[in-house]
């Protein structure tokens, strides 16, 4: 049975994948102790099905893990209906289509910094990092703009998150554990300063409107709020830096994908986005738990028992996708589920591919080219 942690696979999961999908139902994994759902029809009933649900499981309940713990039971991600419904329609209310467009101008202004800083680096220093100086930094000074985090204090979120996901990857160490423990108690601690000072001082940031929100006499109390922040960063930027990375490695490695990007970014945009994600998921699975016995590809779904969507696997069935181990930045239809499906679509699908409304087809002609060598050393 597949072992998810093993070097060859983290690499180059797909022919595996490809090879767990020709059971042609969920498979049973021993070791893991759940059910792996690979072929799209499967997955994509698991992330639907209102009888498999997230059910967070605490790390043993003590004063180590209190924060972490409640970070994860009072966020939209790890909660089920009723209360993921109350929390997700609070948290649209403010995180909503005209917050998103207005966020616009300031995703490009951001954007163009960090590409005039990378290309002086390229010059003065003959490489850039497209990941640290590019990919990381975009994503998190969107969010932190979004809910309104001092930018000079922006440097402390990454470490955070990242010491926080490190939990989500199999086998963490027990020092990965300890880390995760102060970074949860550190992030929540700043963002509850935050809340308290937007409370006293409303701004026009996400912070401000999350404390604010109510409806039907009901608001986000203080760990809710403080959850939903945190989720907001961590889900919305690690993401979003592992999509962007594993999509430019396979258009780097695809010449005439290349070209075609280069000549035409504004029209190909949206649909490289979304191929982006099917062709190399930056997350491959999500577990649900059967909260009622239940049937997934015929195969019987116990109470209590666990089941995986593979979502990259999924985003290479080749019933649902023609030549699915192709890269095509033009793809359409592209109906992968690397967003999700179902009540925990994600939220941040919007933010994911917002363009720069001002550019037009014409200015992707008046585009530069860059050196093609200097590219591909860096
Ligand atoms: C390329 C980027 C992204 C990808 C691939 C992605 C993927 C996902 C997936 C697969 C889920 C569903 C998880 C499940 O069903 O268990 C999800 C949920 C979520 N995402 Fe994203 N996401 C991205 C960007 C973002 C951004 C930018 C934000 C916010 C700023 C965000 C916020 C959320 C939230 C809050 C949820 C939970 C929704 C709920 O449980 O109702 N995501 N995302």
């Not at 090879?19 to 499967?42: M, Q, S």
């Not at 100086?133 to 001092?150: K, M, N, Q, T, Y």
């Amino acid at each position: 049975m597949i072992d998810l942690s093993d070097k060859d696979f983290v690499l180059n999961p797909y022919p595996q994948l490809a090879e767990l999908r020709a059971h042609g139902k969920p498979v049973w994994h021993e070791d893991l102790g759940i059910f792996l759902a690979a072929n799209y029809k499967d997955a994509n009933q698991v992330l639907r099905d209102r009888k498999l649900g997230r059910v967070f499981k605490p790390k043993e309940p003590n004063e180590l893990w209190d924060t972490f713990n409640w970070l994860h039971a009072d966020s939209i991600l790890d909660s089920e209906p009723p209360k993921h419904t109350r929390l997700r329609s609070l948290v649209m209310k403010a995180f909503n289509p005209r917050t998103i467009a207005a966020l616009e101008p300031q995703i490009v202004a951001i954007t163009k910094t960090l590409l005039a800083q990378a290309s002086a680096k390229l010059e003065s220093e003959g490489s850039f990092d497209l990941i640290a100086d590019f990919a990381e930094p975009l994503p998190v000074r969107v969010i932190s703009h979004l809910l309104g985090f001092p930018e000079s204090e922006e440097h402390l979120l990454r470490p955070w998150s990242q010491a926080i996901v490190k939990m989500y990857e199999v086998n963490p160490s027990e020092q990965e554990k300890l880390e995760a423990q102060k970074a949860s108690k550190e992030f929540a601690e700043y963002v509850e300063a935050l809340m308290l000072e937007r409370q006293a001082n409303p701004g026009t940031d996400l912070i401000s409107e999350l404390a604010a929100v109510e409806q039907d006499g009901e608001k986000l109390n203080a760990h809710e709020l403080i959850a939903t922040c945190v989720l907001l960063l961590n889900a919305g930027h690690e993401a979003s830096v592992n999509g962007f990375g594993n999509g430019m490695v396979a258009t780097l490695n695809n010449p005439a994908q290349l070209e075609k990007l280069e000549e035409h970014p504004f029209d190909l945009a949206e649909t490289a986005v979304d191929e982006f994600l099917r062709f190399d998921s930056p997350l491959h699975l999500f577990e649900r738990t059967a909260t009622e016995d239940t049937e997934v590809g015929g195969v019987k779904i116990s109470r209590g028992q666990k089941i995986a969507a593979l979502l990259g696997s999924a985003n290479h069935d080749e019933e649902i996708f023609e030549r699915p181990t192709e890269l095509d930045l033009a793809r359409s239809p592209n109906p992968h589920i690397g967003f999700g499906a179902g009540i925990h679509f994600c939220i941040g699908a919007p933010l994911s591919k917002v363009r720069d409304v001002n550019r037009t087809a014409d200015a992707d002609r008046e585009i530069p080219k860059p050196e093609l060598g200097s590219r591909a050393g860096s």
